[in-house]
């Protein structure tokens, strides 16, 4: 290894440098094939022309984007106005992947911190236990979530059982539902970039501040947080982009009136509506989102990188 | 030197919290799994232990619909774990051994793609590539995405276990007058046994587990375990679901485990 340089255990080395072309070329095949491929392709149909049952004919429209964001009558033949129903589908999307990123933030944080200021023997156990529920089935999860939030599930028997509640909280098909259904579903991906940053944090900092008469919560805000503050923004976005194109939380746990995006795509393709063009328009401004907050999050890792020399 | 006044590092209610997470991580699991062993034929009323939602798996009258459903989703999670972590190997080792080259950010950001991308996003997005190619949606197509998605997966512990192994055991052995492909099947190969297995492993779970993308790519009539489940909770929810989801759940808690201590095995080298 090259010294203390490789601290961090990046050990890269030459061995096998000239057959890395024949090492790499399965893995560029199959992903060039399976994985960039078919968004290229979807880009492509989301600028053809719908046919009337799924499919599409193969001539150039912007119909799918006319549609996402324009209303044009009935008929299509009036005006142009702002088409607010896409919008608003978006936009709660966005809304309620917030809030479960905020929700998992406020539990996930404490914890993280906690498991990260244990004896260092005991941390792997920890992270261990943090991580099997992400390692089961997602729809699993979320059915066994539904199944323990109905009204005479074990939640509401449990609350009504000590007495806490009279009659049962009315809590599946409700916003908060797909809330904590999304919650559920990623809260160890918040628990675990915090944890390695705060495992990496100096304390002596923090014994610095105290001795300079900081409160611990003045050390912990203006100190600590500071400092871990890549690891926070890593694990909110860990939460919001897989929640954001989430699914299953919205469909089991939302019922029909909290759609979601994912919802929305997933009616042009197996649903009733069958317009693949606009499913495909729908992806790709998802995936246009999505995209957009990696870029400016490993923008802020590299300055983050660069300034720590 | 300072005299701590108080623990700096502790802090009140963090202890409480953690427990809290860890309850909510694992309750609606464990409430499912005591449910499962319910004598009742409602989900609702508890009557006292009984295996006969287990029973109902095998021989009820869906007991078919699941076996297929089972054997199509485990052929196909050993097919795709084996593709994707061989795949994932070989490219590791050019990552990792391949020295500095001008594709190497490329290769990366191409490796990581499924991961980066919405799942429901790559599943529209395959659907509508073998739809454009012409290809007919059934058991293949399932397989075919699967691998692809499951590269990443197997790929990030392959990828840690060789940066922690440094050169010189492959170099010692070619001043030994071993060749390149001795030293890489007879000395890397071996050392990098446990991240292999953690990355199979855990690409045998991402793919048994997946239901978003193959829900989009299977074709009418196949069906996995997931698919399988998600069709019948859409009809309610019923004891037999959870009896299959508290089996497919202990095989995930199991393979996870043995992952985690394969791992852990030889850190302490």
Redesign the interface.
């Known amino acids: 290894?090259a010294g203390g340089a490789a601290s961090g255990?990046?050990?890269?080395?030459?061995?096998?440098?000239e057959?890395?072309?024949w090492?790499?070329m399965?893995?560029?095949v199959?992903?060039?094939i399976?994985?960039?491929?078919?968004?290229a392709?979807?880009l492509i149909?989301s600028f053809l022309t719908k046919e009337f049952r799924g499919?599409v004919i193969w001539e150039f429209s912007l119909a799918a984007y006319d549609q996402f964001f324009f209303d044009r009558g009935l008929f299509g033949d009036e005006p142009p106005v702002i088409e607010w129903t896409y919008i608003q589908i978006f936009w709660r999307s966005i809304w309620q992947a917030g809030a479960a990123t905020i929700l998992s933030l406020v539990?996930?944080f404490?914890?993280a911190?906690?498991?990260a200021?244990r004896p260092e023997k005991v941390r792997?156990m920890w992270v261990?236990?943090?991580?099997?529920?992400y390692?089961?089935?997602?729809?699993?999860?979320t059915?066994?979530?539904?199944?323990?939030l109905?009204d005479?599930?074990?939640l509401n028997d449990f609350l009504i059982g000590t007495g806490l509640i009279d009659s049962p909280i009315h809590i599946v098909n409700t916003n908060f539902a797909v809330q904590l259904g999304l919650f559920?579903s990623y809260?160890?991906f918040m628990?675990l970039p915090i944890y390695a940053a705060v495992e990496r944090y100096n304390?002596t900092l923090?014994?610095a501040a105290?001795?300079l008469y900081a409160t611990?919560w003045v050390?912990?805000r203006r100190i600590l947080l500071p400092a871990v503050k890549p690891g926070v923004i890593a694990g909110c976005i860990l939460v919001f982009?897989?929640s954001?194109?989430?699914?299953?939380a919205p469909d089991?746990l939302g019922g029909a009136k909290n759609f979601m995006?994912?919802s929305l795509?997933?009616e042009q393709?197996?649903g009733n509506a069958g317009n693949?063009p606009f499913?495909?328009a729908a992806?790709m401004i998802?995936?246009s989102m999505?995209?957009i907050l990696?870029m400016l999050f490993s923008r802020q890792q590299a300055k983050t990188q660069a300034s720590e020399g | 030197m300072?005299t701590?006044?108080?623990d700096?590092?502790?802090?009140a209610?963090?202890?409480p919290?953690?427990l809290?997470?860890?309850v909510?991580?694992?309750?609606?699991?464990v409430?499912?799994t005591i449910?499962s062993f319910n004598a009742s034929k409602s989900?609702?009323v508890w009557e006292g232990l009984s295996l006969r939602w287990y029973a109902d798996v095998f021989v009820g009258p869906e007991s078919e619909k699941f076996k297929l459903a089972a054997r199509n989703s485990f052929v196909i999670a050993i097919i795709a774990a084996t593709v994707s972590t061989?795949?994932?190997t070989?490219?590791a080792?050019?990552?990792?051994?391949?020295?500095?080259?001008r594709?190497r950010t490329l290769?990366f950001g191409?490796?990581s793609?499924?991961l980066?991308?919405?799942?429901?996003?790559?599943a529209?997005?395959?659907?509508?590539?073998f739809?454009?190619i012409g290809f007919d949606r059934g058991l293949l197509t399932i397989l075919?995405?699967h691998?692809?998605?499951c590269?990443p997966f197997a790929y990030l512990p392959i990828s840690?276990r060789m940066?922690?192994?440094?050169?010189s055991f492959?170099?010692a052995a070619m001043d030994l007058y071993a060749t390149?492909r001795q030293?890489?099947t007879r000395i890397l190969l071996p050392l990098m046994m446990p991240g292999i297995i953690s990355g199979f492993l855990?690409a045998f779970?991402v793919s048994?587990?997946d239901?978003?993308i193959t829900?989009?790519v299977k074709g009418a009539g196949v069906e996995t375990l997931?698919t399988a489940?998600?069709g019948s909770?859409k009809q309610g929810?019923k004891p037999n679901?959870?009896a299959i989801?508290t089996m497919?759940?202990s095989v995930?808690?199991v393979?996870?485990?043995i992952s985690?201590f394969v791992s852990?095995s030889d850190n302490t080298k």
Do not use: H
């Open positions: 290894m255990g990046s050990a890269l080395t030459d061995t096998y440098a057959s890395r072309n090492l790499l399965p893995a560029w199959v992903l060039l399976l994985s960039l491929a078919p968004v392709m979807m149909y499919g539990i996930g404490p914890t911190y906690f498991i200021t792997p261990f236990l943090i991580t099997i529920p390692w089961v089935n997602l729809l699993i999860r059915v066994s979530m539904k199944f323990l109905r005479q599930g074990p559920y809260l160890p628990v304390f923090s014994e105290a001795d611990k050390t912990l982009v897989p954001l194109g989430s699914f299953l089991l995006i994912g795509i997933e393709f197996k693949w499913g495909a992806s998802l995936l999505v995209l990696l | 300072a701590a006044k108080f700096i590092k502790s802090y209610g963090f202890k919290i953690t809290l997470c860890l909510i991580l694992y309750a609606p699991l409430v499912v449910y989900i609702t061989s795949i994932a070989l490219a080792t050019a990552m990792v051994r391949g020295g500095r080259f594709l290769s191409l490796i793609l499924p980066m991308v919405p799942e429901i996003v790559t529209v997005a395959t659907l509508i590539f739809n454009a075919l995405a691998i692809a998605f590269i840690a940066q922690g192994i440094e050169d492959e170099q390149k030293a890489f855990l779970i048994l587990d239901f978003i829900n989009f997931p489940i998600f909770v929810l679901i959870m989801s497919l759940l995930s808690v393979m996870v485990t985690y852990k």
